[in-house]
């Protein structure tokens, strides 16, 4: 049994994993950011199959099929718009990440690679989301004991790697510090 939990700089459209997480909006139809750029790189049917979800509260997620992206599908989870940080958005990322990973196990995914959500057009703060993230990975591959996993954060910019790739060597040394 291995669990990874890397960071990457990248494109998440190019990358040949099990699912990429979309940072979607609550119509599921698409938008810009990284939702515009997966939904360009899987083609028109990804939004054909959006539509008949209905769209997606805030903190949850829906999955679909790939469609010509190299990975096999899409969750997309609907990050919080950032107000202030005192209407909940802590725990609705949380949710975002916590609950396309339940999506994930669920269907025997294995390979699964987030984007920095809320972070864009959302406005959440980048550390703070840092550190959300990869606190709910780590929580959740604690309870996955008998199962393989690869977690990718696949950052698009250079400090947000740098952000993530801190974090996760920390969280690495943590036990050994202890
Ligand atoms: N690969 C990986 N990350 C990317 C890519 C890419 N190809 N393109 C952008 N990013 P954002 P949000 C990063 O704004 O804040 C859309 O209109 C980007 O640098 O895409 O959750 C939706 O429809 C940033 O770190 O998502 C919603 O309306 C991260 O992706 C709204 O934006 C998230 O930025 C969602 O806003």
Redesign the pocket.
């Known amino acids: 049994m291995t669990h990874q939990l890397t960071a990457i700089q990248?494109?998440?459209?190019t990358l040949e994993v099990d699912v990429i997480v979309n940072?979607?909006?609550s119509s599921l139809l698409?938008?810009?950011?990284?939702?515009?750029?997966?939904h360009r790189a899987a083609g028109p049917e990804l939004v054909e199959e959006c539509r008949l979800l209905r769209g997606c509260k805030t903190g949850q997620a829906k999955m679909t099929q790939g469609y010509a992206l190299p990975a096999k599908h899409v969750i997309h989870t609907?990050?919080p718009?950032w107000n202030g940080g005192k209407k909940n958005e802590p725990e609705l990322l949380a949710s975002c990440y916590a609950n396309s990973l339940a999506i994930a196990a669920d269907n025997n995914l294995k390979s699964i690679a987030f984007?920095?959500?809320?972070?864009?057009?959302?406005?959440?703060p980048?550390g703070r989301a840092a550190k959300i993230a990869v606190a709910t990975a780590a929580e959740f591959l604690a309870t996955q004991a008998d199962r393989d996993w690869r977690i990718i954060f696949?950052?698009?910019?250079a400090s947000?790697f740098e952000r993530y790739s801190r974090l996760l060597d920390a969280d690495r040394a943590a036990p050994e510090d202890a």
């Open positions: 990248g494109d998440i459209t940072a979607a909006n698409g938008g810009g950011g990284v939702d515009g750029a997966i609907v990050g718009v984007p920095c959500i809320s972070t864009g057009i959302y406005g959440f980048k696949c950052c698009y910019g947000d």
